[in-house]
Each structure stands twice: as structure tokens, then as C-alpha cells.
């Protein structure tokens, strides 16, 4: 039996949106100067956002398979969540790598 397209959309919602809670953290331990505690929510909010992208490739195979994916409200704040997750993990890393360099020029 197939999971429900809201119920996966809620999977999706609920995994990436701990993943872009995780990255906003990096940015604010990384300003503390708190690098591994940064990384260590670099890799959390990776697994988070796997997660995520799991229950969105249930999606892909049920349309690849056929199946009628009917588009609504929630699965396109699914689709939002997701991307806005995704930038922030390139942001957070990037605002981290920043950091790290700021620090070794200063030592």
C-alpha cells in the first residue's frame, strides 16, 4: 500500500525543516568560534536533509511508476522547505569555512 501524498509531504517537511534548523545553529556557533560544534551540526543537518530527500524519492518513484502525484498546497510548502533547507546548508558551510579563515589569519 502506498503512503499518502500528505503524509510523505509531512516526512519531507518535518526531516528538512530540522535540517535548516541544524545549519541556522552552524552559523551562530561558528560566529562563538565554536568550529567542531559547528561541524558536528554540519553533519547532523546532512543526515536530517537525507532524510528528507528519502521520503521525496517515494514521491518520485510513485510518479515514475504512473501514479497520478496530485499537487497541493502542502506537498508545494514540502518542495519550499526542501530548497530553502538546501541553501542554507551551502550558506551555514560556507559562512563556516569563512570563519575558520578569519580565525587562522588572526593566529
Given at each position: 500500500m502506498r503512503e499518502d501524498i500528505n503524509d510523505i509531504s509531512c516526512e519531507i517537511i518535518a526531516a528538512v525543516g530540522c535540517a535548516k534548523s541544524s545549519f541556522v545553529e552552524v552559523i551562530e556557533e561558528a560566529k562563538a568560534g565554536n568550529f567542531e560544534k559547528a561541524d558536528a551540526l554540519i553533519a547532523k543537518g546532512k543526515e536530517q536533509y537525507k532524510e528528507g530527500h528519502h521520503a521525496h524519492s517515494k514521491l518520485l518513484q510513485?510518479?515514475?511508476?504512473?501514479?497520478d502525484v496530485e499537487v497541493n498546497m502542502l506537498l508545494v510548502h514540502?518542495?519550499?522547505?526542501?530548497?530553502?533547507?538546501?541553501?542554507?546548508q551551502l550558506l551555514s558551510q560556507d559562512f563556516l569555512d569563512f570563519a575558520k579563515k578569519i580565525q587562522s589569519d588572526h593566529t
Open positions: 510513485m510518479f515514475s511508476e504512473g501514479q514540502a518542495e519550499c522547505q526542501m530548497m530553502s533547507a538546501e541553501d542554507f
